[in-house]
């Protein structure tokens, strides 16, 4: 099955690069890679166009605000494969992450991943070529250890259990976990997604679009929701928070969509040139 892996960027080509040789290492082959930029920048589209030995492709659109949902539109409509695969700009994915999502994807679901947060030293030696994070992977109990004391770092995420192990079929596929959707690492099919008409651009430069508000669409289409935790492992890279708020209008407008089961939402997809 052909996947298309539909990375959200923004101005940061270092996390990109990042992200690209992590990609070099998957496991599982058959990928092309979706850079959506929310920009139009001649830096990026020289560094997209220097990459080798991977299939990538790119979308912009001008920078007018934080228009995320829109440039992640963009990505799926640029997309070939029959399986989406979407991480943001600054999550770096172990190199069994392809792999991971196939081997629990079905039609019916929507696979729900996490990620390990890491600390500013840690981000300091992947971006600095000091660190691979192929050998952050491979030796995450050496390399990752201190992480182990900070609870903000989610260390149990990066240990990474195979799907077709005896652990997981009998141990972790038939625990309770917790499954809601986080938008910098998340699967589906493509035809889920034109079903409810992709990511919902109206709620302009709030958080909503990319977790909340994806959520309950697409249960309310009728998709479960599936763990994908410990088997398509990412590591975040270290940064300041950026907040994007929610006016209280936003909330509003989920709340009566939510309520009236709206899941194919008014500015998405259908709003794009095909």
Not at 55 to 72: A, L
Not at 126 to 146: A, D, H, N, V, W
Not at 167 to 186: H, P, Q, V
Request: hydrophobic residues 35%; proline residues 1%.
């Amino acid at each position: 099955m052909k996947v298309s892996i539909i990375i959200a960027v923004y101005k940061d080509i270092e996390s990109l690069d990042l992200i690209i040789r992590a990609l070099k290492k998957q496991t599982y082959k058959n990928f092309e890679v979706i850079v959506a930029e929310d920009n139009n920048s001649i830096e990026m589209e020289t560094y997209i166009k220097s990459v080798k030995d991977l299939d990538v492709k790119h979308t912009f659109q001008e920078d007018n605000g934080v228009r995320k949902s829109r440039s992640q539109n963009n990505g799926i409509l640029k997309a070939s494969g029959e399986y989406l695969i979407f991480l943001d700009g600054d999550i770096i994915p172990y190199s069994s992450f392809v792999q991971g999502h196939i081997d629990l994807a079905q039609k019916d679901r929507v696979l729900a991943g996490r990620r390990v947060n890491l600390n500013a030293k840690l981000t300091k030696k992947l971006r600095t070529k000091e660190l691979s994070s192929y050998i952050l992977e491979k030796f995450y109990f050496i390399f990752g250890f201190g992480l182990m004391f900070d609870k903000n770092a989610r260390f149990e995420q990066g240990v990474h259990i195979d799907a077709s192990s005896f652990i997981y079929k009998n141990i972790m596929a038939k625990r309770k976990r917790n499954t809601s959707l986080i938008g910098c690492n998340f699967s589906c099919y493509k035809e889920a997604m034109l079903a409810i008409n992709g990511f919902d651009e109206s709620y302009g430069e709030s958080s909503l679009p990319d977790d909340m508000d994806l959520d309950w669409r697409f249960r309310a289409f009728g998709l479960n929701l599936y763990s994908c935790k410990n088997v398509a492992n990412t590591f975040h890279l270290y940064h300041k928070k950026q907040d994007n708020p929610t006016s209280e209008e936003e909330w509003d407008k989920f709340k009566k969509n939510k309520k009236n089961k709206k899941y194919i939402c008014d500015e998405g997809l259908s709003q794009h040139c095909i």
